[in-house]
Each structure stands twice: as C-alpha cells, then as structure tokens.
T-cell receptor, first 117, second 113 residues
Framework: GAGVSQSPRYKVAKRGRDVALRCDSISGHVTLYWYRQTLGQGSEVLTYSQSDAQRDKSGRPSGRFSAERPERSVSTLKIQRTEQGDSAVYLC???????????????FGSGTQLSVL | AQSVTQLGSHVSVSEGALVLLRCNYS??????LFWYVQYPNQGLQLLLK??????LVKGINGFEAEFKKSETSFHLTKPSAHMSDAAEYFC???????????FGTGTSLTVIP
C-alpha cells in the first residue's frame, strides 16, 4: 500500500481482557515502532523492532505490552490484561533506517483508539 | 478526508536565526492541529496544539505556531534557533478530540553553529 495502515480503527475492550492491534507498514521499511498517545500528553514509545527481529523490545516495565512481527511489514501489538489506564490512541510508525539513525524518517499510521471499560 | 503536508523534508538554519517549519493541512471540519518534536532514540514530544481557541499558540522551548484558516496553514516558528533544537518535527491534524491523528512526513531541522 501507499502508507502505514492500522486496524481496527476503534477497539473497545473489557478490563482484564487481552487485545491485539495490527499495523501494516510500508514495504521495505526496516524499523517499526508502536507509540501510545494521549491528547494532552504527547506520546511514548512502547516498543520497536529492527530488521527481521520477530520479537520486539518492550519499553514498558510491566511487560504487558509486546509486539510480534510475523512478516517484515506487519506488526501486532498485544496488550495483556488491559487496564482502564490503557485507554489511548496507539500509533504505529515505520522507517527505512535503523532506530536513532541521523535523519531517520518516520511514516505514521492514523492510529487505533482503544477504550478499556 | 484529512491530511497534512510539511514543505521541506530538511531545513538548515544558523544558530540564532529564525526557525520556520511549514505545515499545511486539509480538513473538512474544524481541525485540531499539533506540532511534535522527536529527538533520536526518544518518543514524540508535544510542542504545542491548536484546539480552536487563540490562533497564535505558544508552546514549549520558545516555539509558537499560528493557525491561519484562510491559508490552511499552521507553521511553526522560533525567533532564535538553538543547537538543542536540532531534531525531527512533525505536524499532525485531528478532526475532533484526537481519536485519529494524521501526521506529516516530518521535517528534519539542522542547526549550524
């Protein structure tokens, strides 16, 4: 496709359930990020993967967040035992270069809004 | 449909000079507009946002942006560039309370000493 796409657009989950969010990045992109975004607070990097790593590095100390990359241009963010504080927009982004490389160019998806009840 | 265009993928300015990063948007409804900055190996940091209040928005680190409906623009400015401003800057639009964000492709700012 022409850009990064995410699905579903909206997700409602009952507290305590596991959820999975999908990202289809741009073919040829090396690095793939997942961000969590709230309107007033900006965003934080949840996890990222480079090259062919199927298991992503999680930046979340609780370990409830993880991502898998079954194909080079597909990633699934998994959130275990969802909490109400997990309600946010989850953004996926990808780039041609490795993380932190000078002039790394990110391409963002439009996000999945997760609501935990 | 909403979209954002950032003119100039790379901008270089001298230290102390004016910073101007351009952003134009398209939206069928009154937009919410944002500027974010990303430093290497860090997440996005919100610089400022426009949510239909004052058209001139002041943000952190001396940045400001002006919403101009007639020009569908939301350009980011800073009177005097600092070396620490070197980073990637993203403009984004959202149609209401921010449940969907549409990002530009970013502008890489280089500050020359």
């Amino acid at each position: 496709g022409a850009g990064v796409s995410q699905s579903p657009r909206y997700k409602v989950a009952k507290r305590g359930r596991d959820v999975a969010l999908r990202c289809d990045s741009i073919s040829g992109h090396v690095t793939l990020y997942w961000y969590r975004q709230t309107l007033g607070q900006g965003s934080e990097v949840l996890t990222y993967s480079q090259s062919d790593a199927q298991r992503d590095k999680s930046g979340r100390p609780s370990g409830r967040f993880s991502a898998e990359r079954p194909e080079r241009s597909v990633s699934t963010l998994k959130i275990q035992r969802t909490e109400q504080g997990d309600s946010a927009v989850y953004l996926c982004a990808s780039s041609y270069s490795n993380r932190g490389q000078l002039n790394e160019k990110l391409f963002f998806g439009s996000g999945t809004q997760l609501s935990v009840l | 449909a909403q979209s954002v265009t950032q003119l100039g993928s790379h901008v270089s300015v001298s230290e102390g000079a004016l910073v101007l990063l351009r952003c134009n948007y398209s939206s069928s409804v009154p937009p919410y507009l944002f500027w974010y900055v990303q430093y290497p190996n860090q997440g996005l940091q919100l610089l400022l946002k426009y949510t239909s209040a004052a058209t001139l928005v002041k943000g952190i680190n001396g940045f400001e942006a002006e919403f101009k409906k007639s020009e569908t623009s939301f350009h980011l400015t800073k009177p005097s560039a600092h070396m620490s401003d070197a980073a990637e800057y993203f403009c984004a639009v959202s149609e209401n309370t921010g449940n969907q964000f549409y990002f530009g492709t970013g502008t890489s700012l280089t500050v020359i000493p």
